[in-house]
C-alpha cells in the first residue's frame, strides 16, 4: 500500500468588474517560471507558492498594472510558509485584499487558502 502523501494548494479567489473566479497555485521549486494571468484589461494576477526549501518557503501575490509600457507592480503580498494559522476563518490565511489601479480606476479584490491538493488540480483559472 502506498501512504497518503498531504500535499497542499494555493487557492485565491479574485473579483473584477463584478465576477469572481478562482486561481490554483501548486507549489514551484523556481518562482522565475510562474506566469501572471491577465484578469480584465488591466491588471495581471500572479502566485507564487515555493513549499520548500524550508529556509525561503513562502506565498507571493503580485498585481500589475498594464500600462502602455509595459507591466507595473502595483502591490505584492508575501505570507510564510506554513501560515502561522491553518484555522479556517474568513478570508483564508491572506485577509482580504483591495488592489487600485490609480490611472484607469480598476479595482481588483482578492483573498487566498490553503486546500489540500487534488489529483486532477494544476495551475488553472476558474
Keep these: 500500500m502506498v501512504p497518503a502523501i498531504h500535499a497542499e494548494q494555493v487557492l485565491c479567489h479574485y473579483t473584477y468588474g463584478g465576477e469572481t473566479r478562482a486561481l490554483v497555485a501548486l507549489p514551484v521549486?523556481?518562482?522565475?517560471?510562474?506566469?501572471?494571468i491577465d484578469v480584465g484589461s488591466f491588471f495581471h494576477f500572479r502566485v507564487v507558492f515555493q513549499n520548500k526549501p524550508v529556509d525561503i518557503?513562502?506565498?507571493?501575490?503580485?498585481?500589475?498594472?498594464?500600462?502602455?509600457?509595459?507591466?507595473?507592480?502595483?502591490?505584492?503580498?508575501?505570507?510564510?510558509?506554513?501560515?502561522?494559522?491553518?484555522?479556517?476563518?474568513?478570508?483564508?490565511?491572506?485577509?482580504?485584499?483591495?488592489?487600485h489601479e490609480p490611472v484607469r480606476d480598476g479595482e481588483l479584490q482578492y483573498w487566498c487558502q490553503l486546500t489540500p491538493t487534488q489529483r486532477s488540480d494544476r495551475r488553472v483559472e476558474r
Design 29 to 36: 521549486s523556481s518562482p522565475y517560471a510562474v506566469k501572471a
Design 57 to 99: 518557503a513562502s506565498i507571493k501575490i503580485y498585481t500589475y498594472a498594464d500600462r502602455d509600457d509595459g507591466p507595473v507592480l502595483i502591490h505584492q503580498a508575501i505570507f510564510p510558509y506554513p501560515p502561522a494559522s491553518r484555522r479556517a476563518v474568513p478570508y483564508g490565511f491572506s485577509g482580504l485584499h483591495f488592489v
